[in-house]
Each structure stands twice: as structure tokens, then as C-alpha cells.
């Protein structure tokens, strides 16, 4: 009976672990005249030393997104609309859950 209760109590502790490592980070796409932005495309890069894959998700019609199941920790975020970068920086998730992008249009 011990060898069948042993493996369930290390798979429920070890997959709870795992479940605390991972957190949310989610905002909003602005600009200065629309308020909103949809459809730009967010994009988590873990450091390389980081066993994390990286992450993309789209923002939607009223510029929110969200990344769930990220991994708490330093990611390179870059920010893509219509296929051109427009901002690059280093976003840490375990001190920021939400981030409000605000993109400047050039002059």
C-alpha cells in the first residue's frame, strides 16, 4: 500500500510546484489618439540560459493581451505592428503582472 500512496504524493507535489512557478502577465496597447490598438503582435523571450520557451500572443480588438502560463522572471519583450518592430525592453514578471504599452508614432 505504501509503494502506490508514495508516487501520488510526490506527483501532486511536484506538479503543484510547478503550477506556483508560472504566473500571468497581461496589458493594454495604447497610442497617444486611439486609446487602443489592435491586432500588434507581443512577443516573451526568455534568457538563453532559461530552459522557457519563448511566447507570442496577438493583442485584440481593444489592444489587451495576456500570456498565461509564463514563467516568473526577466524576458526581452518586443512589440510588432504590421511586421515592424516598434519597441524593444526588458520586462520582469515576477515584479510587473501588467504592462501598458504606449506606441509613439514617428514624426
Request: aromatic letters at 10%; one cysteine or more; a negative charge.
Amino acid at each position: 500500500m505504501r509503494k502506490l500512496i508514495y508516487p501520488f504524493i510526490m506527483f501532486f507535489v511536484c506538479s503543484s510546484t510547478i503550477s506556483f512557478a508560472q504566473d500571468r502577465f497581461e496589458g493594454k496597447v495604447v497610442t497617444p489618439e486611439t486609446e487602443k490598438t489592435p491586432q500588434v503582435v507581443i512577443k516573451m523571450t526568455p534568457p538563453r540560459t532559461k530552459q522557457s520557451p519563448q511566447q507570442i500572443t496577438i493583442s485584440d480588438d481593444e489592444g489587451n493581451f495576456q500570456f498565461n502560463k509564463i514563467e516568473q522572471g526577466r524576458y526581452l519583450m518586443e512589440v510588432y505592428h504590421n511586421n515592424e518592430l516598434i519597441r524593444r525592453e526588458v520586462v520582469d514578471t515576477h515584479e510587473t503582472k501588467e504592462k501598458e504599452i504606449e506606441l509613439v508614432p514617428e514624426r
